[in-house]
């Protein structure tokens, strides 16, 4: 290897991603929650999307174990939302009253879009695992008007949604409340 672990973080935080939080109950009703930057889709049909999971994440286990999960899609305004849910074994849930989608899957309320998902796959990603998960429903959770979440170099930042994606979005099939 001609580079350095440091180096290769710093190198990977160059690509802008969103930000979500993947979630879901243990079978003893205890709610799980992770800030994700590694969401992405998959397949249109089977609908099909991924993250990965450290393995070394406290929860690794119980996220290997539940059979349905849900995947919630930050809005601008919920990085601290983000940063509750990155630290590890934190009481995360104790400001947020979770919103349960169609097939009871426990979703971020104010998210962008939410995410109901059963488990398709677990691949080996070295150090972390990748979940692939088919999607069940799509939920809207927060106002059409609300910007997305970006980390881009270690930071959060933000992106204007264009009258382009308003117009996009308009007529998507959500789910709502
Ligand atoms: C913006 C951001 C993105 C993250 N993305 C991931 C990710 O894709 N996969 C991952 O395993 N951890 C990721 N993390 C770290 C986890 O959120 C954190 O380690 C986790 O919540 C710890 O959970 P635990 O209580 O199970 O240890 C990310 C953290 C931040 C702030």
Redesign the pocket.
């Known amino acids: 290897m001609t580079f350095s672990p440091a180096d290769f973080r710093k190198a990977l935080g160059l690509f802008p991603t969103g930000?979500a939080i993947v979630s879901g109950r243990t079978p003893d009703g205890q709610l799980l929650g992770?800030?994700?930057?590694?969401f992405n889709s998959v397949s249109l049909d089977p609908p099909l999307v991924l993250?990965?999971?450290?393995r070394s994440?406290?929860?690794?286990a119980a996220w290997e174990a539940i059979p349905r999960y849900g995947i919630s899609v930050l809005a601008r305004s919920q990085d601290d939302l983000?940063?509750r849910?990155?630290?590890?074994?934190a009481d995360k849930w104790a400001l947020v009253r979770p919103i349960d989608g169609q097939h009871g899957v426990p979703l971020i309320p104010g998210a962008l879009v939410g995410f109901e998902c059963e488990r398709y796959a677990v691949h080996d990603g070295g150090d972390?695992a990748i979940f692939v998960g088919k999607v069940l429903s799509l939920n809207a959770v927060s106002t059409p008007a609300a910007e997305p979440l970006v980390?881009y170099a270690g930071r959060y930042a933000g992106i204007r949604r264009t009258e382009y994606v308003e117009a996009e979005m308009d007529g998507m099939l959500l789910h709502g409340w």
């Open positions: 930000v992770m800030t994700v930057s590694s993250f990965s999971v450290a994440a406290a929860s690794y983000s940063t849910f990155s630290k590890s074994q972390h980390f």
